[in-house]
């Protein structure tokens, strides 16, 4: 049975980072490495992380030209990324050029509309549709384009997997009942969202800063063993 959780290690520190990816690995599937672990440790932290025999998820979002993040993908293939996050609005272009220079095995998922934005968010920033609509619109594109899945939130994920048999769905946001929910505004518990069709459950505060972060990761990973959907994974 596969683990569907990736637990997100957003910290500058390695070795913090190690040592969270240690406690945890029992109860995780893999670790999601995004902006502020690799500004800080490049891709040597990387490598170091992978030593832990888990997955790695590098959540680096990528989004410009498509010359520059097929060659910024290129460059990172050597990690060996399990999953490779893009941004959807980089365009058709942009999604073919990372999928293109992606290596073997890796999973390349473009992120829709973030989670921490709501539609009063998209509207500042020129977008009228719901998050639903526009995860939907960019779903299609990203499946078009021929990349593995999307990024979306909990709320949309029913939808787009419905859209998409085949796609890989990794949802941010998820808070277990009575969680901070902080910054993210379209939240979702983990075992809601794998219900709904999540294929890898992305969750970062929620065991990073609880006062013991393995048993954090060992009760959201027990709340999720009646899932019918318990075998997801990417
Ligand atoms: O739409 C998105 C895309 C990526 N993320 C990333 O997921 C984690 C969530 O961390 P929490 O502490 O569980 O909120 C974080 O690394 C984000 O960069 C996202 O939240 N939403």
């Not at 240690?22 to 670790?31: I, N, Q, R, T």
């Amino acid at each position: 049975m596969t683990n569907a959780i990736y637990v997100a290690i957003d910290t500058p520190d390695l070795g913090q980072a190690r040592a969270l990816a240690e406690a945890v690995s029992p109860h995780v599937g893999g670790l999601k490495l995004g902006l502020e672990f690799f500004a800080a440790n490049g891709p040597a932290g990387v490598a170091a992380l992978s030593k832990t025999g888990l997955p790695v998820f590098l959540d680096l979002k990528l989004h410009d030209i498509p010359n520059t993040v097929g060659k910024a993908v290129a460059a990172l293939a050597p990690l060996a990324p399990a999953v490779l996050t893009v941004h959807a609005a980089g365009g058709r272009e942009m999604l073919q050029a990372a999928k293109a220079a992606a290596p073997n095995g890796c999973k390349v998922v473009a992120v829709t509309v973030l989670t921490s934005l709501d539609s009063a968010d998209l509207a500042d920033i020129g977008v009228s549709s719901t998050p639903a609509e526009q995860v939907a619109r960019l779903a299609d594109l990203v499946r078009s384009a021929g990349c593995d899945g999307i990024v979306c939130s909990g709320e949309e994920v029913a939808a787009a997997a419905s859209r998409w048999p085949k796609g890989v769905f990794v949802v941010p946001g998820l808070r277990p009942a009575g969680s901070a929910v902080g910054d993210q505004k379209r939240v979702l518990t983990p075992a809601e969202a794998l219900d709904r069709g999540a294929s890898l459950l992305v969750i970062g505060r929620p065991i990073t800063a609880a006062s013991n972060p393995a048993e954090a990761a060992r009760a959201i990973a027990a709340s999720l063993a009646s899932s019918p959907a318990l075998t997801a994974g990417a």
